[in-house]
């Protein structure tokens, strides 16, 4: 029901967006989030935004950097990578919340998983 896209390979510096496609079931009450998992590491939270109204939150170490937008036609969350740099490298993934929860920071409130993408940012 989430089909995440649009990793690669970049050099610092550079961007990359990142597609969640969302398909199955109405997300319009859902908080959408991306986290990501680096080699060795936890997953990390990096931003997440509430379907209806469009309200953003954002890890500290993204923002200023990192856009999430969702595209109501295409049922589609994005998240809009520029200023990339060698630490974002990890796997990306898309999930929703249906509760549309306050503790979106959190990946256990998140029912839905889409598949990650790769995500490396070479020095």
């Known amino acids: 029901q989430l089909q995440a896209s649009g990793g690669g390979l970049v050099q610092a510096g550079g961007s990359l967006r990142l597609s969640c496609a969302a398909s199955?079931?109405?997300?319009?009450?859902?908080?959408m989030g991306w986290f990501r998992q680096a080699p060795g590491k936890e997953r990390e939270f990096v931003a997440a935004i509430k379907w209806s109204g469009g309200v953003t939150y954002y890890a500290d170490s993204v923002k200023g950097r990192f856009t999430i937008s969702r595209d109501n036609a295409k049922n589609t969350v994005y998240l809009q990578m520029d200023s990339l740099k060698p630490e974002d490298t990890a796997v990306y993934y898309c999930a929703a919340d249906p509760d549309g929860s306050s503790w979106y920071m959190w990946g256990s409130v998140y029912d839905y998983w889409g598949q990650g993408t790769l995500v490396t940012v070479s020095s």
């Open positions: 199955g079931r109405t997300f319009r009450s859902y908080v």
